[in-house]
């Protein structure tokens, strides 16, 4: 599925289950509400924390897809192409960063 596919899924989803969109604002606060459950997995699966016995199931990949499907709605009811926007991104990234990752001391000596 194409990000284009996808934007277009969650917005049918959306008008057929979904009566309508969440205004801006309650979608950016689902949106952190989303990392933090992303951050909360990571942080107890490869950082320091320990795991309850209520975060040993959680999903990772379910989580993740969370945050992307409120990010596409976000783009949805804003009139952005993530596609498109996707794709000027790698262009400023690659002007940018073209060499400062290769070039950085910190990156080369943890190969």
């Given at each position: 599925?194409?990000?284009?596919?996808?934007?277009?899924?969650?917005?049918?989803?959306?008008?057929?289950?979904?009566?309508?969109?969440?205004?801006?604002?309650?979608?950016?606060?689902?949106?952190?509400?989303?990392?933090?459950?992303?951050?909360?997995?990571?942080?107890?699966?490869?950082?320091?924390?320990?795991?309850?016995?209520?975060d040993e199931d959680r999903d990772l990949g379910d989580e993740l897809a969370d945050v992307?499907?409120?990010?596409?709605?976000?783009?949805?009811?804003?009139?952005?192409?993530?596609?498109?926007?996707?794709?000027?991104?790698?262009?400023?990234?690659?002007?940018?960063?073209?060499?400062?990752?290769?070039?950085?001391?910190?990156?080369?000596k943890q190969k």
């Amino acid at each position: 599925m194409t990000i284009n596919e996808a934007q277009e899924r969650v917005d049918q989803w959306i008008k057929t289950y979904g009566v309508r969109y969440f205004n801006e604002l309650t979608n950016m606060a689902i949106l952190s509400e989303e990392v933090g459950e992303v951050a909360r997995i990571i942080a107890r699966r490869y950082g320091e924390q320990s795991c309850k016995p209520s975060d040993e199931d959680r999903d990772l990949g379910d989580e993740l897809a969370d945050v992307l499907w409120v990010v596409m709605c976000l783009a949805n009811q804003t009139g952005i192409n993530l596609d498109e926007a996707l794709q000027r991104n790698f262009a400023k990234k690659t002007a940018r960063d073209a060499s400062r990752h290769i070039e950085n001391d910190k990156l080369i000596k943890q190969k």
